[in-house]
């Protein structure tokens, strides 16, 4: 891994659309411990505990990840863009198992795992679903949008709703958290400008305050502050860096904000401002293990993605990882 610190100040202690319709076909193994990589690739560091687990572990061949989320427990649960389905693997030993097998038509991008055990899922084509995070089983789907035109790409937690990005239109929507309530719609404005036949909104976490939303657009690679009661959007000011193109996955904890920049192999961390309106550069992370990792979340002192291989080939037999990296 290397770190990249481009200012003085103190470091702090998803993604491109389907590239066809012929993916979402792969067949994704079930059974328990179908991991593809062998044991003794993965590398070990010491944790807070005292003990080792692992830095790497593996997934099914051709599960084609691209979310992944981790609650209060070690554990990490990840999406397929095969066939939607899901696969938990416990952090402490690498180990994992398929949590629910998926189906024809249904992918799985970005996850966010709330307290109650829920696990919100963006589902691609204007869905997002609910899952029980202890057996899999869905628990709602949710009708975002028309099932064209639109790609549900990633999701946060703010308030009493779950926060959906779509890549293909300006709008966010926002799932009440639990098992039952209205969708609302937010129509993106103020600073924001949909651009066609590309990805546009793909990241979300709330601000600091828990007031307002940050969303990344990942082209032309722009951060931007959503107002969540009027869908305003102005645009964040970077410092020290000139866009963050490619911006996929966002982790922010306080004022920190972690942007993954998937086909640059890169994690860039920024400052915050106490409004949210400008992000300063203070460091990079790149770790010779990225292959294209899409989205990003925390356990303990490190931040752990998954390799989504977009620049390899999808097929069946393709090996992917998941990889952690200290911060």
Do not use: C
């Not at 993604?15 to 066809?20: E, H, I, K, M, T």
């Not at 572990?57 to 084609?64: E, Q, S, V």
Request: aromatic letters at 8%; charged letters at 15%; hydrophobic letters at 40%.
């Amino acid at each position: 891994m290397t770190r990249s610190h481009p200012h003085s100040l103190p470091h702090p202690s998803r993604r491109a659309l389907l590239g066809g319709a012929a993916l979402t076909a792969f067949a994704v193994a079930t059974g328990a411990g179908t991991a593809n990589a062998a044991t003794d690739t993965k590398t070990a560091a010491t944790t807070a505990g005292g003990g080792t687990w692992p830095t790497e572990f593996p997934l099914p061949n051709g599960f084609l990840p691209e979310g992944i989320a981790i609650g209060r427990k070690p554990y990490a649960y990840m999406g397929s863009r095969a066939n939607g389905a899901l696969y938990r693997t416990d952090l402490r030993t690498g180990e994992g198992r398929i949590l629910f097998a998926g189906g024809t038509g249904l992918i799985a991008v970005g996850l966010k795992l709330d307290h109650d055990g829920l696990l919100y899922v963006a589902g691609n084509t204007g869905v997002a679903r609910t899952h029980d995070s202890r057996t899999g089983e869905v628990v709602a789907t949710h009708q975002l949008s028309e099932p064209t035109g639109h790609f549900i790409n990633d999701v946060t937690l703010l308030g009493d709703r779950a926060w959906f990005t779509d890549s293909r239109a300006a709008a966010l929507y926002g799932v009440p958290r639990g098992r039952a309530g209205t969708v609302r719609t937010l129509p993106l404005a103020g600073d924001w400008v949909q651009l066609p036949d590309v990805n546009n909104a793909n990241g979300i976490v709330g601000t600091p305050d828990g007031r307002a939303l940050i969303v990344v657009k990942s082209t032309p690679g722009e951060l931007y502050n959503v107002n969540l009661r009027t869908g305003h959007a102005t645009k964040i000011a970077l410092v020290g860096a000139a866009d963050v193109v490619n911006g996929d996955g966002l982790f922010r904890t306080g004022r920190t904000l972690y942007v993954v920049q998937n086909r640059l192999n890169l994690i860039s961390v920024f400052r915050l401002d106490s409004a949210a309106t400008t992000a300063t550069l203070t460091g990079t992370i790149t770790d010779p293990r990225f292959d294209v990792p899409t989205t990003a979340a925390r356990f303990g002192n490190r931040l752990y993605l998954v390799n989504a291989r977009f620049t390899s080939p999808q097929t069946p037999e393709t090996t992917f990882t998941g990889v952690a990296v200290p911060i």
